[in-house]
DNA sequence: AATATACGGTGTATTTTTTACACTAAGTGA
DNA sequence: TCACTTAGTGTAAAAAATACACCGTATATT
């Protein structure tokens, strides 16, 4: 083959993991593909770059076409360029992974057209996935268990006012490891990012738990303490 | 504009900030411009991903061009896609940063045509770049930064004997901070990395000091152990 | 009203890690 | 042999991480 720039006939998309964290379980938006190749197969969201948008934006795009969502937190992981990861012609693409808050609402009606249907999957059974996405897939969820041990992006898949049993649920369900309950809050509270609300959980057939908030502010000030929660 | 899929006209790069360490100080290996735009200006050294070509191997085809070297430890580490990052059409351009031993050498004479010449500069006293290459250069630089405190890249710098002060030096030279000699040495000997070696520093008008070597061998068996030397 | 149930919420002692800190030893060059 | 320069070393104090168990309180049940 000639050493050509990838000129012509190259494309470049964007892919989405994008996380939702609902009934205790981890879970990633997964789309039905309505198209060949891998027709019928699960796979990550993701479209094409157009001309006139930057690689964020189309995620941004990506993200809004599935869920209706702007403004949600996303950051760029990495990007995947082997020649032949897609069978029909050179693409490379920019792998994203995104946080959403669910609220229990769980049917999205995508309104793509190279998707028939997008579902919620836990990240205990996620199926074969077409193209490198399941390498992409792991490579993500590989970021975002380090990044969150430094990082306070948990918060973005918990509604907005949690209690801090519910936050611990969520770091071990991503660590994968059970996490002590007087040295998580002991910690997660030295960090001084929660806001303590007057409220309390609701509905609960037990005793209720004091609701908290992420508090961006403070958090603003220390952003230089990373957390940690990966030795324990 | 329409919403074209960035097919024709779009092209992709691989840049790379090339990293070496020589008498005391971090540089950057740097290419004055030898085509417009930005003609005669220094710009990181980058060239298109050709067609039959992974982006990695781009990347490492560009160090090799302008070096001479292969199987230089490199890292993909942001893909900057903006609109109008490039004044004479749509680029995206893959990061990487690569890391390679000086070992005195410092005349390089570039294969390329894009190239007049390739120098080598002190990152402390960083000319203003073509394009976006500063901005990509901030980033990649705090990411080594960061990746020095918990991989062992430093030592890619080094000669493959080096002594502790040597290495406590570049240390200090990327983190900008001094860092306390014993301190330093209990850490890094007790991560049981290095291999002492028998042999001792020539050609210095005072106390040798041992010579050592990264032991490759036994840092994979305790690839966990993150290395810290953050806080200090 | 009494009881059972389930989770909420709390403190302390121990171990490990990090930090701060200063002098003698050894080799070189004059 | 003396002056100079860097090599090489240990300990104590502070901070951070870990391990560990019980009572409190809201709700549901009888």
Redesign the pocket.
């Given at each position: 083959m000639e050493n050509l720039p990838l000129r012509f006939e190259s494309i470049f998309s964007a892919d989405c993991i994008i996380f939702g964290f609902d009934e205790g379980e981890l879970k990633v938006l997964l789309i039905e593909r309505n198209e060949e190749p891998f027709k019928e197969w699960f796979a990550l969201p993701g479209n094409f770059v157009y001309e006139n948008e930057s690689i964020d934006e189309a995620a941004e795009r990506i993200l809004y076409e599935l869920t209706g969502l702007k403004g949600i937190y996303m950051q760029q992981f990495y990007t995947f360029g082997e020649v032949n990861r897609h069978p029909q012609g050179r693409v490379i693409t920019v792998a994203y992974f995104a946080m959403i808050r669910l609220n229990g609402q769980k049917e999205l009606k995508p309104v793509t057209n190279y998707a028939r249907k997008a579902v919620w999957v836990s990240v205990k059974d996620l199926p074969q996935l077409a193209f490198d996405h399941t390498e992409i897939f792991k490579k993500g969820f590989e970021k975002i268990k380090n990044k969150i041990s430094y990082q306070p992006i948990a918060f973005e898949l918990l509604p907005e006012k949690f209690?801090?049993?519910q936050l611990q649920n969520l770091y071990e369900v991503i660590l994968n490891k059970k996490l002590?309950?007087?040295?998580f809050?002991?910690?997660m509270l030295a960090y001084d990012i929660l806001k303590e609300l007057d409220e309390k959980q609701k509905g609960?057939?037990?005793?209720?738990?004091?609701l908290y908030k992420f508090d961006k502010r403070k958090y603003s000030k220390y952003f230089h303490n990373e957390l940690?929660f990966g030795?324990?």
């Open positions: 209690t801090l049993t002590d309950k007087r040295n809050r002991k910690k609960v057939s037990y005793r209720a738990a004091k940690s030795k324990e």
